[in-house]
């Protein structure tokens, strides 16, 4: 770089001259800014014309000028100084050392980097990507596993393991069902049912029941609560029967039965006479028999037993098609011959044998109030008892199947799913129908004996998550609708809710051809029954209406809400013997009037 000044040839670095010391036209130069006050006046020196000595004394050679960070102002400060250069009075003042490089100065190594700034765009795209092939891993995934199957298992491989996950799946639902009703002190609330008749439901009763007792029934209610803790159980219950009721109340304590009715007065009597072993110990029946978990694992364990031992399995290619509804499927069929049923039975009877869970379910039976039995000597007796059915068994006991022929055979669509279940013995073979193709559903039974067949068939269509259809029933080519089904919510039904209503109507059936007395079959032609229900774990609601010809002739409504109820103390009890001759009368009226 050329300084303008005195013409001498600078790096392009620097920022001021090394001959002069002038300022350099820098481009990385941060000019200093104009201070805000008023800057002091410049210095200036007047012209002389001095000889060369005193010149040179007055004006050596100036020295390099460097940035010296020290003598730089920071903040806005107002330094400036003045070169005087020879025939020239002009102020030139110092210049800031560029910005960046104070900076630089300053930190170092330490400068302060950028932050990194990620664009979201990329991530989402990435986030929602992985996303949706999880998912389609998820749907698809019984689809692969099927396919897998399909190709890589040997056939009787590939039947075992579809009907384990039969298997599991009803054990599963069966073991959730076992539970619910297992656990009493679950199932404590308090509800109502209440029925209305007719009076030509009372004529049709009368007729059909032969008993007199129906043509005075007019209405009928029944409110009641009950709770179970521990080894108490309680039931509180207000019957009414044509204006005529009934007000009671049952307190069971450790085997004990306790009474009163609005008859009795307050006091509980107890019932001295009164033995039940089942009542004594009524708390501890779900900690007796086994849990969910444990009736899960037996049904798994054993149904694989089952299926281990299938040979000769013959696979192909067939259509099934039920109702609307037809698909593609791999037929698995198996041969249940004498080999097949003895290795199984026999592989059952000797595992089941010194079953630990088996055994600990025995013991804890024995130990409960229902047996008062000795724990050891129960499971001796139930190893004996196998030992004897081992010892007793004989293929030749099996040889009728061989005879008959029998064989299982499963229909499997491309997802894995069992779309029927078919089982033959000789002349008699049962199938078991359920399909889905997309909103529709069809399922049902078929029973062939020799040349007979019935078929029960129920179908309908998906809208949301209700599904709507009918059930009808076939015969011999006669064909005729049981039942319609409206509105049942199938999206809850795994968790336990149902909601929906079932319409029968008599239109639907061949009554002249059933029913002799014409006023009767009219009666029932023009009859319609709907059954309406809506269930979850909290409440129950369900209803009957049946009406004929418009008029109401039956009417059941059965209400129940689960909520916590207390048992009452029955404080000092009284015997039975305490009761006077006036409660006795009373109480006896009371029901036979009711009745």
């Not at 000019?31 to 014309?49: D, I, K, L, S």
């Not at 004394?57 to 960070?69: G, L, S, Y």
Request: overall charge negative; proline content about 4%; charged content about 30%.
């Amino acid at each position: 770089m050329i300084c303008p000044n005195c013409g001498k040839d600078c790096p392009d670095s620097s920022v001021f001259c090394g001959g002069c010391g002038a300022p350099l036209p820098n481009a990385n130069a941060v000019p200093a800014e104009t201070p805000a006050t008023t800057p002091e006046q410049p210095v200036y020196a007047e012209a002389q014309t001095p000889d060369n000595n005193s010149v040179a004394a007055a004006f050596p050679e100036p020295e390099a000028i460097t940035n010296n960070p020290a003598d730089t102002v920071y903040g806005g400060g107002t330094q400036q100084n003045t070169f005087i250069n020879a025939g020239q009075s002009t102020p030139v003042p110092v210049e800031y050392p560029s910005g960046q490089e104070n900076l630089n100065g300053f930190y170092g190594e330490n400068t302060p980097k950028k932050k990194l700034r990620i664009k979201p765009v990329p991530v989402i795209i990435t986030i929602t990507a992985i996303a949706i092939v999880t998912s389609l891993v998820i749907v698809f995934f019984p689809f692969l596993k099927n396919q897998f199957r399909n190709l890589f298992y040997s056939d009787e491989k590939y039947m075992s393991a579809v009907i384990n996950d039969d298997v599991n799946e009803f054990a599963d639902g069966f073991a959730k069902s076992y539970d619910n009703i297992l656990d009493l002190e679950k199932n404590t609330g308090n509800g109502s049912i209440s029925l209305t008749l007719s009076k030509n439901a009372r004529r049709l009763l009368k007729e059909v029941a032969g008993n007199e007792g129906f043509a005075n029934l007019n209405k009928a209610t029944l409110e009641f609560e009950n709770a179970v803790k521990g080894n108490s159980a309680y039931i509180k219950a207000k019957a009414k029967v044509n204006g005529k009721s009934i007000d009671a109340s049952a307190v069971v304590d450790d085997g004990s039965l306790y009474i009163k009715t609005d008859a009795t007065g307050k006091s509980y009597y107890e019932v001295e006479e009164y033995e039940d072993a089942a009542l004594e110990s009524i708390g501890s029946i779900k900690k007796t028999l086994p849990d969910k978990g444990t009736v899960k694992k037996l049904i798994v364990k054993y149904g694989k037993i089952v299926t281990k031992h299938l040979e000769d399995v013959e696979k192909s290619k067939e259509k099934v098609k039920f109702g609307d509804i037809e698909k593609n499927t791999v037929q698995l069929t198996a041969t249940i011959d004498s080999d097949y049923a003895y290795d199984a039975l026999t592989d059952i009877l000797e595992t089941a044998q010194d079953d630990k869970e088996i055994k600990k379910i025995i013991e804890k039976i024995a130990d409960s109030d229902f047996a008062d039995a000795d724990a050891d000597e129960a499971v001796e007796e139930y190893e004996d008892g196998i030992d004897s059915l081992l010892d007793n068994l004989d293929k030749d006991n099996f040889r009728e199947l061989d005879e008959l022929e029998c064989t299982l055979t499963l229909n499997v669509d491309a997802f894995g799913n069992v779309v029927c279940r078919t089982l033959k013995a000789g002349e008699y073979e049962v199938s078991l129908y359920t399909m889905k193709d997309g909103k529709k559903v069809a399922c049902g039974i078929v029973v062939k004996i020799d040349r007979r067949e019935i078929r029960v068939t129920a179908k309908g269509e998906q809208k949301g998550n209700k599904l709507n259809g009918k059930i009808n029933l076939e015969y011999n080519g006669i064909s005729m609708t049981l039942a319609r089904f409206e509105d049942i919510d199938i999206h809850n039904a795994k968790n336990g809710k149902m909601s929906g209503k079932i319409i029968i109507s008599g239109s639907d059936f061949p009554i002249d051809s059933a029913i002799d007395d014409p006023d009767i079959a009219d009666f029932i032609g023009d009859s319609k029954i709907v059954i309406s229900f809506d269930i979850d774990d909290k409440s129950a609601k369900e209803s009957i209406e049946w009406t004929s010809d418009g008029e109401k002739v039956l009417n059941l409504n059965i209400n129940f809400n689960r909520k916590s109820i207390s048992i009452p103390s029955v404080g000092n009890a009284k015997s039975m013997d305490d009761m006077t001759e006036k409660q006795r009368e009373k109480l006896e009226n009371s029901f036979d009037d009711l009745v």
